[in-house]
């Protein structure tokens, strides 16, 4: 990982790097991000953020580009959608996280959002991670479902040479040979990035997965595995989701899964709290 | 061509008849105030023979004058209601027309091309108020208007801080991303310096931000947009891109209503303006007598008014039936060359 230069857990980055967005820490805090797949509505948007705020979601995510794979599937409001996340932020305090797939629309997209996120099939676009080195935001760059851990540090690399310092990494599966799962979710990447990077990084379980049923346990495991967040795709009437709606939770199940992960969360600092107490007992 | 580009054009001069229609009553509300009666069955005579014969091409005399009689009796019924008119400077959907409505929103705002022209027509009573900026937080004092109120025989009824929010304007279905030049006037344009060098906008100054507005959904240059208030985009049929795209979101404009009555019931804020003798300390002692009596100034001018020669604005609280206020002022006319109180008053701060 020579070429790493700025990624890497070396030389000037010994330290991890904490981001802030909003009031929301990365690399902190375990954040939390909620929200649609994509904005469709209005009425929707608010009504999925105000839910998933109530919850204790930390994030609002939601899609205004979407990047599907048939050209005839719903592309995302735009413009539109991004004054409607806007619309939601003021009314529910919750910082906005959202895809930018066009390096024309990077500035833009910054003047609407707290975090640009770019998608996995996005993720070398070079030009795009050029453009989103160039501005004061936060990007969120997903892992390519194709790639090493060193393809993707080096998109990663790309932002920050080009002066953007804050980049936050966020795994959502990777092909394989298994169908049964829409990706395979690596959990073991999030170890691997703490030994290598000073990043911080999140997981998908959402699209990871792609089954509604795996996102619970796939988040609690990611938790376990010192992720420093989740990105979950939540609906106020998941049947009606014009996008993914097979992998959408209910507020409801969103609900049980934010209380699961407190107590997780409680009894881990208890965990890492006595582990530390026996390292320093054996140190003295 | 298709259907849904005509079907824009048609909307594009639908926005502009109702403008027009708009324009037109403003005119026949002006109108009565130099008629006895209204009532004018010549006046109206008049015009519908007028109109008669000047209809062309699709429109019919008959047709025409079904309207114009519609017309005419709407703006009896407006002459009838007897509104209260407040004039600003600049086209409608500028600030101070947004600080009138928040001062009263039942008072009727009625555009001037300049801050004079609303001076003199509080004057002769065309319209019963005016409305108009004296500082700006980024931009400081506005000097035309300070200018004019040295001389000018009017009262202060009232005042209005107001937020100044700039959206960034476009017509409709304009590809944000083609946007390259953006209209405004250039205290607009300065305070959003920053947000137009991110999205590599290019300013281009315009003598206001509501006629910057006017301009691009009239003439519809390409790839721009305008910087103005909110209450434009309905106006003249533009489409809001970006809310509040200005660089410091707590950006205040302080408006003064001028009328030639003065404010009804008891105010808590006074405005005088003074000129004082060429002598070391005359300056000073004015300002000790307001320190000496605990009255709070909040804002202190000083306008050059003849070469060598200085008018000075002094705002405070209290009211001009409090006793304190009472005797500074009236040791103030004592000390200065020139003295008046322009008004005592309340004032309103938008959120």
Redesign the interface.
């Known amino acids: 990982m020579n070429a790493l230069r700025l990624a890497s857990l070396n030389g000037d980055h010994l330290g991890r790097t904490i981001i802030s967005a909003g009031n929301v820490r990365f690399g902190e805090d375990f954040v939390v991000i909620a929200g649609p797949c994509s904005v469709e509505s209005e009425e929707q948007t608010l009504k999925t953020a105000q839910e998933v705020k109530a919850a204790g979601a930390h994030m609002l995510r939601g899609g205004a580009f979407k990047p599907r794979t048939s050209p005839y599937d719903f592309q995302g409001l735009g413009?539109q959608g991004l004054?409607i996340l806007e619309k939601a932020k003021q009314e529910t305090g919750l910082p906005i996280v959202t895809e930018v797939t066009d390096p024309?629309?990077v500035?833009?997209v910054?003047?609407?959002a707290d975090v640009l996120q770019i998608g996995t099939r996005n993720m070398q676009n070079f030009s795009l991670l050029k453009e989103v080195g160039k501005i004061d935001k936060p990007v969120l760059l997903k892992r390519g479902m194709n790639s090493t851990l060193k393809e993707w540090l080096n998109c990663a690399e790309y932002i920050l040479a080009a002066g953007n310092p804050n980049v936050i990494l966020c795994e959502r599966g990777i092909r394989t040979f298994e169908t049964y799962t829409r990706n395979t979710l690596d959990l073991s990447i999030v170890p691997a990035v703490k030994e290598t990077s000073h990043l911080p990084i999140i997981v998908d379980p959402s699209h990871g997965t792609g089954r509604l049923s795996m996102i619970e346990p796939m988040s609690l495991a990611a938790m376990a595995a010192g992720a420093d967040g989740i990105m979950v795709e939540v609906h106020c009437k998941p049947a009606e989701a014009m996008c993914d709606k097979d992998q959408a939770m209910s507020p409801d199940m969103f609900g049980g899964l934010m209380k699961k992960l407190h107590i997780l969360r409680s009894s881990m600092s208890k965990m890492n709290g006595k582990a530390m107490q026996g390292s320093g007992a054996s140190n003295s | 061509m298709n259907l849904k580009e005509i079907r824009k054009k048609i909307d594009s001069i639908d926005g502009q008849i109702l403008q027009l229609l708009n324009a037109r009553m403003e005119q026949v509300l002006i109108a009565n105030k130099f008629k006895t009666e209204i009532e004018d069955t010549d006046r109206e005579k008049e015009i519908l023979d007028r109109i008669r014969i000047s209809a062309t091409g699709l429109i019919q005399g008959e047709f025409i004058e079904r309207i114009f009689t519609e017309m005419i009796q709407e703006s009896k019924r407006l002459q009838n209601e007897g509104f209260n008119l407040i004039a600003f400077q600049g086209d409608h959907g500028a600030y101070s027309e947004e600080a009138s409505i928040l001062w009263n929103s039942r008072l009727v705002p009625f555009p001037c091309r300049s801050f004079a022209e609303v001076f003199e027509g509080v004057q002769s009573g065309l319209y019963d108020y005016g409305m108009v900026p004296v500082e700006n937080t980024l931009g400081g004092s506005v000097d035309q208007v300070n200018h004019l109120l040295i001389h000018a025989d009017l009262h202060v009824v009232g005042a209005v801080e107001l937020p100044v929010r700039h959206c960034l304007l476009a017509l409709p279905d304009t590809d944000?991303?083609q946007i390259r030049s953006v209209y405004s006037h250039p205290q607009a344009l300065s305070q959003c310096r920053r947000?137009l060098s991110?999205?590599?906008l290019e300013p281009v100054p315009y003598n206001d931000t509501a006629g910057a507005a006017k301009m691009l959904s009239e003439t519809r240059p390409k790839r721009s947009a305008a910087i103005a208030s909110r209450l434009c985009a309905p106006l003249y049929n533009l489409e809001?891109?970006?809310e509040g795209v200005e660089d410091i979101d707590r950006n205040m404009t302080r408006f003064l209503v001028l009328s030639k009555g003065e404010a009804m019931g008891e105010g808590d804020k006074c405005s005088i303006v003074f000129a004082t003798e060429h002598k070391a300390g005359t300056l000073f002692n004015v300002l000790r007598v307001f320190a000496e009596k605990d009255i709070n100034l909040t804002r202190i001018e000083s306008i050059p008014n003849e070469p060598g020669d200085y008018a000075f604005f002094l705002d405070f609280e209290g009211s001009d039936k409090d006793r304190p206020v009472m005797e500074a002022l009236a040791d103030v006319e004592r000390m200065t060359t020139q003295f008046r109180l322009m008004g005592c008053y309340t004032e309103r701060r938008g959120q």
Do not use: A, T
Request: glycine share 0%; aromatic share 16%; hydrophobic share 30%.
């Open positions: 413009l004054k024309r629309d500035s833009w910054s003047e609407y | 944000h991303r947000f991110r999205n590599n809001i891109i970006k």
